[in-house]
């Protein structure tokens, strides 16, 4: 039986309905139109939930976005003994996270391995139970994604880490201590955990060539919001005073920049105009001039942002993913899908994760003209995509298959789309609300 059908799965998040088929049907073709609402990041609503370990008060986090990797990690929370409470309210999702009675040793390791951001409860566990055991976490296959960074920083705040058969044993039994702790290059991850862990421990942490992300600076505001006293936000230096005790919050997920980047690529393929509801261009960091000058039309108006595609139709541009505010290595499948019917010839270089290029077999399935050398992927734009029969292999390529389905001549048969469901809240529904021919089916 899969875990979306588990009766205690079920009490987790009673709202969670796994979509239904197998497999999602595009006719491509449709420009896309209309009002299309942008989720909470998922990639800062994760963190959040794991924030709300560290108290034993009531944390509320509004703007969730309703997808399978928040229902697996509200699953791992109320294993581990938390009570979640969810509302709806202006068709926002919002959770009330409980965590007065927490055991560590309740770990579900099945649901740790459905997700690479359960190696935050690492940190979380520790600095509020004095212990932790941990499995690999799982997630997409993109690289190595090592959580050496993750170890090292919390080692250095005084932890005993033993990893053994694949699990990570931890244990602080007299409290974690501050630290002077540098980072070997900005993983957002480890940053994370770092912070998660610095809030409880006793002295004041510093930590140096700290990642940047929105996600963070959201992070660090619920944070600040619990009681929590945490400056250079928005710096490569964060420096935590930790040792004081929590308090429950209120407080909003940020909109989803990479969800944002995403659908302001359909609109474009599809010679399309969408009103992306939500959506705020300070997020995008270099992704921002790199759609401009692609022919991604964006322009703010109230309440988000109107996306289409520019006067002068889509060009090749060269693109490097790099740590924040560098362009995103989540936009890089996306927009690699944008750039296979751009004019010209464009090279993508991935410097972030050294196995993010699946997508790119499958997009070569539909026509596109792309070559791999090392970490550099060269596309010679096409007129055209056709349909064909691909494969999602992480959740960002599946939204880029998404995007070139859409734009693509024929019929389309994306699998193995729990990737989309697992970063993407009801994508195919509320496409076809904006004109696109797309259906979930069991083909």
Request: neutral net charge; contains cysteine.
């Amino acid at each position: 039986m899969g875990l979306e059908a588990a009766g205690d799965f079920q009490l987790a998040v009673p709202w969670w309905r796994p979509a239904g088929g197998q497999s999602v049907r595009i006719r491509g073709g449709r420009p896309l139109r209309g009002t299309y609402a942008l989720c909470g990041a998922k990639n800062a609503v994760l963190p959040l939930m794991v924030s709300a370990l560290l108290t034993p008060h009531l944390v509320t986090l509004r703007n969730v976005p309703a997808t399978l990797d928040v229902a697996v990690l509200a699953a791992l929370l109320r294993r581990l003994g938390a009570e979640l409470h969810w509302s709806t309210t202006d068709a926002r999702l919002s959770v009330t996270i409980c965590a007065s009675r927490i055991d560590p040793r309740a770990i579900d390791g099945d649901l740790v391995g459905r997700m690479r951001a359960s190696v935050l409860l690492l940190g979380a566990l520790l600095a509020r139970c004095g212990e932790a055991c941990l499995p690999l976490p799982g997630g997409d296959d993109i690289g190595l994604r090592a959580v050496d960074f993750h170890l090292s920083g919390l080692r250095a705040m005084g932890a005993r880490i033993e990893v053994a058969a694949g699990v990570i044993h931890a244990s602080a039994p007299a409290g974690l201590l501050g630290a002077d702790i540098l980072l070997p290059q900005p993983s957002v991850g480890a940053t994370e955990n770092l912070m998660l862990a610095a809030v409880l421990a006793n002295g004041t942490t510093t930590v140096r060539n700290a990642a940047r992300e929105p996600e963070i600076a959201n992070m660090a505001a619920c944070l600040v919001g619990m009681g929590a006293r945490i400056s250079g936000l928005g710096s490569h230096t964060l420096v935590i005073e930790g040792g004081l005790p929590l308090v429950g919050a209120v407080h909003d997920v940020i909109p989803d920049r990479i969800e944002l980047g995403t659908l302001a690529c359909a609109a474009a393929v599809t010679d399309g105009e969408l009103m992306l509801r939500g959506g705020r261009l300070d997020l995008l960091g270099a992704a921002l001039p790199a759609l401009q000058s692609a022919g991604v039309d964006l322009r703010e108006v109230e309440g988000g942002l109107i996306a289409r595609r520019a006067p002068g139709g889509l060009i090749g541009i060269d693109i490097e993913t790099r740590p924040h505010p560098g362009f995103a290595t989540d936009l890089q499948a996306p927009v690699m899908a944008l750039l296979a019917t751009a004019k010209g010839a464009s090279a993508v270089t991935e410097t972030i994760f050294e196995q993010r290029f699946r997508h790119v077999g499958e997009l070569g399935r539909m026509g596109a003209d792309i070559a791999v050398h090392g970490r550099t992927a060269m596309v010679r734009g096409v007129p055209r995509l056709s349909g064909a029969e691909v494969t999602c292999t992480d959740i960002r390529a599946a939204a880029a298959l998404v995007i070139a389905g859409l734009g693509a001549a024929g019929e389309t048969i994306l699998g193995g789309v729990a990737h989309l469901d697992r970063g993407y809240e009801r994508m195919t529904e509320k496409l076809a609300d904006c004109g696109a021919d797309v259906v979930r089916s069991d083909r």
